[in-house]
Each structure stands twice: as structure tokens, then as C-alpha cells.
């Protein structure tokens, strides 16, 4: 696979009605176009933009079977968005459980009656 | 166009005001996100945030206590951080009773900055319900509300 930009990729899954033909793709396996206009809510046109979209960004594929043009995912190109979506939610669940634990221990420090501020470590006892 | 959003969130056994201590003073804030902080909490002020022997310049856009704080950072350098060239963190606090308060945090921006190259898990099958489970965590690290 060819390195696309990563513009075009975080753009292509930026837009929710992209995903979901992305998703019909996935669930899927092989369809045409005119399959995916009989499963969404906007028209055929739409689905045809959509998956330009989604093609040049590398996400999905199309061969030939007959008169049929045929869509199917690109496996590699979703992993690699999906498993950095994941990983930078991922980072911020850390940070809240830290942010979580400091405030919890900073409202225990004062609700115990201790107002003479924040201890750190380190500071003097 | 709506962009990709992560959202996520949690309940702090806080007030308001002790969690926006924390997710505000630069002191506080060196122990659960940059190990380097120089920050001043105002509006438009631009800071530095240091990870390790990497990091980059910061500015504040909402300072709203103890409600809302927003920051961005990710900008091309020398230029000034819009939206449009950089990744937007906003940090929203609501007060669930005296000493609880509801944190969610946001990040966005993503669809318009490079991307490094994610490490690409090796997948033995390429099975079809592998990759829906995958969408779905997708769709889980995005904000609900996005039609448009």
C-alpha cells in the first residue's frame, strides 16, 4: 500500500455518514455501491462521493467482478486509524485517573481539617 | 464538515474548584500530563509543555473557572494556533452535588495535522468480526453528537 497522506485519512472518518458506509463495508465484505444506496438514509450520489472519498484515503479498495465494481476494506489503512483513535483515548483515560486521584487526595487533605495547604512530596514535615 | 472528536470523562469524589486546581496549576499539572510545564493561566497566553526531551508550545484559549479550560497545542511553528492547525483540548467541569464533579475532556483537531505512522498491529486473520469490533471502538472514542 501506497503512503497516503494522513490527512486524507483522519478527514475520510471525520465525517459520520462516511462511517457509516465504511461500517457497511466492514460488516459486509465485497458490495457494490448500489447495495450500500439500498442501506443509508442519503442517495446514491452520496455513496458514490463517499467511497471516493474512502479510496483515496486508502480505507477501501474496489476490483472488477463482471459488470459489478465491488468495494472492500483496506484492512492495514483501518487498523492504523483505529489503533491510534484508540491509543490517544487511551492516554487520556491515564490522565483522568491521575487527575481523579490528586483531587480526591487534595479534598481528603482539607476535608480532614488540615488547611495549612498542599503537602508535596519533599516539603518538610 | 465535523471533525473527529475523542471524548471522555469521569467522576471525581470532588468540588469543582479542587479538580480545577488540578487541571490548571502548572504544578499540578506536571503530574498527570507533561513532566515540563510553564503556563500562565490567562486567556491567549502562550506556555510551553515538555515530555521528556520532546514538547512544544501551548496557548490558552478558555479560562473559565472553575467551568471550562481549553488550551491548543500541536500548532506548526511560528504560527500562531486557530483552529485549523493545531489540536484543541477542552477540559469541561460539572458539579454533581457539593463534593462530586463530573470531568470530561475533549480533543480535537486530529483530521487536520499530521499523523505519524501508527504501529500496525499484525492481524493473523483478517476476520470480518475483528474489524467491526474495531469500528466500535472507534466509534466509542467519538463524540456521540456529530451529525452534520
Known amino acids: 500500500m501506497t503512503a497516503q497522506s494522513d490527512d486524507e485519512l483522519w478527514s475520510a472518518i471525520a465525517d459520520p455518514s462516511r462511517r457509516r458506509v465504511l461500517d457497511l463495508v466492514v460488516s459486509n465484505g465485497e458490495v457494490s455501491a448500489s447495495w450500500l444506496a439500498g442501506r443509508v438514509q442519503f442517495s446514491r450520489q452520496a455513496v458514490s462521493k463517499h467511497l471516493v472519498v474512502l479510496e483515496q484515503a486508502g480505507l477501501v479498495s474496489r476490483r472488477k467482478q463482471g459488470r459489478e465494481v465491488l468495494y472492500h476494506v483496506e484492512a492495514d489503512r483501518l487498523d492504523q486509524a483505529t489503533a491510534a483513535m484508540a491509543d490517544l483515548a487511551a492516554q487520556w483515560d491515564r490522565r483522568l485517573g491521575a487527575i481523579k486521584r490528586l483531587a480526591e487526595a487534595a479534598h481528603a487533605e482539607v476535608k480532614g481539617g488540615r488547611h495549612e495547604g498542599r503537602r508535596h512530596e519533599g516539603e518538610k514535615q | ?148
Open chain 2, 1 to 148: 464538515m465535523p471533525g473527529l472528536v475523542i471524548e471522555r470523562e469521569v467522576v471525581i469524589e470532588a468540588p469543582a474548584e479542587v479538580v480545577w486546581r488540578i487541571i490548571t496549576e502548572p504544578d499540578q499539572m506536571s503530574q498527570w500530563f507533561a513532566d515540563r510545564v510553564e503556563l500562565v493561566i490567562e486567556p491567549g497566553a502562550h506556555g510551553y509543555m515538555g515530555f521528556g526531551d520532546q514538547g512544544g508550545p501551548v496557548v490558552v484559549e478558555t479560562v473559565d473557572p472553575p467551568v471550562r479550560f481549553s488550551f491548543r497545542w500541536n500548532h506548526p511553528r511560528g504560527e500562531e494556533p486557530v483552529a485549523g492547525n493545531s489540536i484543541l483540548v477542552e477540559f469541561t467541569l460539572t458539579p454533581e452535588g457539593d463534593e462530586r464533579t463530573r470531568l470530561r475532556v475533549t480533543e480535537s483537531g486530529h483530521e487536520l495535522r499530521d499523523w505519524p505512522d501508527a504501529e500496525k498491529q499484525r492481524y493473523a486473520d483478517e476476520h470480518q468480526e475483528g474489524w467491526a469490533e474495531y469500528l466500535d471502538r472507534l466509534a466509542a472514542v467519538l463524540a456521540k453528537d456529530q451529525s452534520g
